[in-house]
């Protein structure tokens, strides 16, 4: 048995701290150590971007991602993005515009689609397909979640324009 | 009589993922994050003989291990290693440390200048989740025969700076390519930078894959100048047609001198795919593969051309 | 085509007018739990203290077992438990199998001497974690006695080829030749023969989730609980408790949401019983998940994997006669649901057209790759693209046009219902309509236009024209019909929902066996119960029950989940209204034959005033016993177990099956694509597709489930396959090489909708989910051929890849890359 190591994560502002063998995945922690179970593990080999969060505001594969890279950071993950009650933009229209079937690949394809909006705020359809490229759906043939992303732009505009500095997540510079 | 259980097998491709095990967790092996490049090598040489590797981004060596085809026995970590994350230019020369990430070097305004070949090619690597993490060193120091920035390694002369318990050496690129996954680096080295030599002329990274940022099953680095009309230097590199990232040189050999018209580019896809003996595989048979590389060889060259005249 | 005695249709309903509910494409009410990330799949269920197993797989694909050492592994850290698979079968029993002759292929959790395909489970370790399972996998020792693999339906069913399994002698699984109608005298008749030889490599349903159950047998109580993703519960999950050897009154299965199955979760046993059988030795909860390449490999749930020798009898004028089909199917090592596949085909084997006759011949061959199970289609959209590219190679040995060869020859609208050949009957349809409306859609003058111009310039664009039938509703016949004597002649194949108005007047509908698996069986039956009691579908509770103490169900598959709720919900709620009218004419001291339903409530026929609301009688029913009769019980709650409502039985010696897959929908797909014939890609310009599925329910819901089955089409067409090589050894075993499209990859695509209503279902509702991946492979395949037909080039073999594009080309000697 080797070492534990410390870490620690903020993960959705709020911080934790566990030790871990360092082979332990960070989706395996996320899931398994803090329960957050909204993340899932579709390939474990970086392929279909399902288990996808946000590290330091960047997307990343938190099944190709020893949970010991992640020490220090700030993590955000699906149960990160509603407010309460509140749907986040992008989980409203994706609600709205039948972005989702089976449900498994949408907290992957809802933080992929937050980093997307906040690098290009005024998106083209085609701009869409290839960001959300990254993650693979096998129920909805993609086309609903463009439009759902498409919808939830000028939404994310208004926020990005509302919000002062010190409360936006902040893209990797 | 066959045993059947076997031993992880090191350098094996992604590609041949074992059903044996039909794992998808890692290994055990120990981890350290040290704070410099001689410590780091220092770990390297004290764990040899458990198999010890550099963890950069790790969107390569995890998968592997992930499938259980790498069962390194320690980890150096060279996230906390400072003065790794820099892109600066060293003379005419672009600079890049070992942990800065793709997505940086991507979007980096000295990258666009001093090596727009590798600003291009690193929009084709993967998908943007996989360069937040992966490294350009580190996709270099892998060396898949199927990924970008070998080839554009390649085609820009770039020299490798790699560290170990001797020092310091430089290697360049046309030495540093050995096989698929194999590299001239040493189990006790670090590569600690790449350094890409500036080319005053036009660039053109192009690829065919299967789908969107999936690997290239052919890959073309092009880089051209033009003077006066005739070009005057050519340098072309292509993945996905031999074991290891090739330069094209009989190609560059029929453009020098010419006039960049349609006729002198035939010629060069002529040239430089005569002879060519891909591996045939999956994703494209050999004759596939030639063929697929005379068409993105061709654009690759006409637009790198074109790039050419419109800088002067 | 011979007079056949034939039970009459059910009587043909009329359909309510004005819906306001059905229809509507609310949003659906299982999406927010999914948004948040609290989906609750079964890897979210896993608690702490549940042991978890992990899976060795054989990496060769056909040997002998000659050891097994597990010592080591036996005493690895963390381990509890290591069973091989000769342990396994004393422990268990074989899995359940539909297939002909189950005891000469006898299939079971984890192989005992033999392993005949790379990835067949040879062993579990059950461990504190998953991680510690995979490092014991790596302790245990199989020793294997290499035995030739083969790797080729049509090679494995040659003399001399190796035997996948000793008992049965020979490789052919399964062969069988049924003639509908009178084949040898259209053939004789018919102007021209029109032959072809096509193959259809397999490829699956690949959803993001993988398989897994987490199964807690209690010592004390001998009772089993599993949670699994795995669906089709009550009226088959008995068979797997067999293979365990637990009663099934004491076996209790929840139902879970899965992520995604398209087929591949339907009735999947191994993870059951593997978890099943090691908690019961352990007395303690034990989860297995596979993980991806787990799946991939030994997921029992690969596509159909066909050669075809078609011959299309035709006259003159394109009038379509008689098809002769010859089929040998690539079935892997196994064959569980036996060749229900090719019922799936023959409820539509002719298609939307007139066609006579049928030879329909089918050889099952068994061979070293995992099994076929079930693939959005089940083995029908082969058929389609099948028939598609016969018409399609007809017309152009005939010289007509594509479109009007397929108008000639469509079944009209005044014939429903229309028998076919082989007995299923379609209950209703426009095909004209749907082809005009699709052709409309598509623009397609104008893209024929720019085919014109594209060819000029040494461009290859092509227009795929393809009309297909989608059958919904599956009956039990089609598994069993094959045989002249079947060991299980089953007939039934019900759905079962509870109604309950609590005191409230809010109401519960309770499903069972009838998972979430990315279709939507809530929001439909929140839309169907909001139909009938007039309340908003968001209001509606649904539960899911598991299968103690449950009514019996089947589950979804065969696109049968809406028609089979929405039967369901209406006779439960014909018996709630028919309770409650006759509560508030007591109520309200009148007959009930005074009262009538309106809004929501029961109201004296013209005196609006005189009325109760549904909350009121619901209150009174619930609370008030003596303000009713002796007989009336308290509570206002109802079930209906809802069977197939048309299926007839084949008749003796087979020359007809019956009706065992009425509610036929029928769809256009018109793909616009370009070639590249340098590098053999295919890109979309173009694409356009209607579907005809009866009433909607909830028109975006099903537009979205076209959309996603038309993306896996394309990736059947174009970019999936599971390879074996000539070795047997699986090469496509990760998402790195089995290449699955992403959004870059599909076109833009514009769906429309016609509505033929079916006379026999509630609200005309036919089933629809898996019309998108019947018609995309057949669309495509056409596109491909007529953008290279100029080239004297046509495909005939699945997926398109760039590989088997540019050996065409080549061989035809089309222009060469030399050219550029």
Redesign the interface.
Known sequence: MTDLHPITLTVNGREYTVAVEPRRLLVDVLRDDFGLTGTHIGCEHGVCGTCTVLLDGASIRSCITLAVQADGAEIRTVEGLADGAALHPLQEEFWDKQGLQCGYCTPGMLLRACELLEQTPDPTAEQVREGIASNLCRCTGYQYIVEAVLAAAPRMRERAAAETPTETTGAQA | MVAGAGTGHDGATPESASVRGAAVKPPSFRYSSPATVPDAVALLVEHAEDDARVLAGGQSLVPLMNFRLAHPGFLVDLRRVGGLDSIRMDGDVLVIGAMVRQSAAERSAEVRVAAPLLAEALGHVAHPPIRNSGTVVGSIAHADPAAELPTVALAMDAEMTAVGPQGERRIPAADFFQGPFTTALESDEILTEVRLPQFAGGHAFVEFARTHGNFAVVGVAALLAVTDGRITRAAIAASGVAPTPLRLSAAEQALDGVVPDGAAFRAAVDAGTAGLQPVGDLQGSAATRIDIARAVLRDAIERAAERAQDRR | MTAVERPAPPPVRTHKADRTWVGK?I??V??????????G?I??LVRPGTLHA???????PH?RI?SIDTSAAEAA?GVHLVVTGARAAELTGPLPDFGPDPTKHTWRCLAAEKVRY??EGVAVVVADS??LA??A??????????LPPVTDPEAALRPGAAVVHEALGSNLAYERQFDFGNVERDFAEADVVVRDRLRWHRSG?????TVGAIADFDPATERLTVHTNSLSFTSYMFMAAGALGIPMNKLDVHQV??????GSKLFVTKPFVIAGMCSRVLGRPVVYLE????NI??CDHHGSDRVYDVELAVMRDGTMRSLKIDTVDDYGAYIQFGVGHHGNALAQVTGPYTINSVRYRVRAALTNKNQQGAYRGFGSEVNNWMLEQMVDKAAGELGMDPVEIRRKNFIPPESFPYFIPSGNVYDSGNYAAVLDKTLELADYDHWRAEQARAREEGRYIGIGVISAQERSVFSATEFWFWFDEPNAPVTSSPESVTLGVDATGTITATLYSCA?????PETMVAQLVAEEFDVEPHSVSIIYHGTAGGLPATGPGGSRTTVMLAGAVEGASIKIKAKARKAAAHLMEVDPDDLEWVEGGYQVRGVPGQRKGLDEIAAMLHMFKHSFPEEVESGLEESKVFDHPYTTMPNADRSDLGVFYPFMGNACHVPVVEV?I????VSFLAYAAVHDCGTLVNP??LS??I??????GIGTAL?EEF?YDDEGQ????????Y????????P??TIGHVETPSPYTPHGIKGGGEG?RMMAPAAINAAVNDALAPLGVRVTELPMT??RL??AI?AAGGAS??A?
Do not use: C
């Open positions: 494409s949003r659906k299982e999406d927010p739990k999914f948004l948040r990330g609290r989906g799949y890897a979210d992990a899976v060795l797989r054989s990496p060769m040997a000659v850290p790379v990835g998953r991680y995979e490092d996998l790596e302790l245990i020792d199989v020793e294997y006695e290499a349903g690949q959803p993001l989730e949401p899965a992520g995604g199955s398209f993980d991806r390449v787990d490999s030994n979430f698996w990315g279709n939507s590249d340098q590098t053999g890609r975006r819901s979205g489930h959309l996603g089955g038309t993306a896996q970019y390879v699986l090469i496509t075993s990760s998402f790195l090489d290449t699955i499209p992403t959004a870059a990859e599909m833009e695509m998108g760039p590989d540019r050996a080549r890359s030399a550029r």
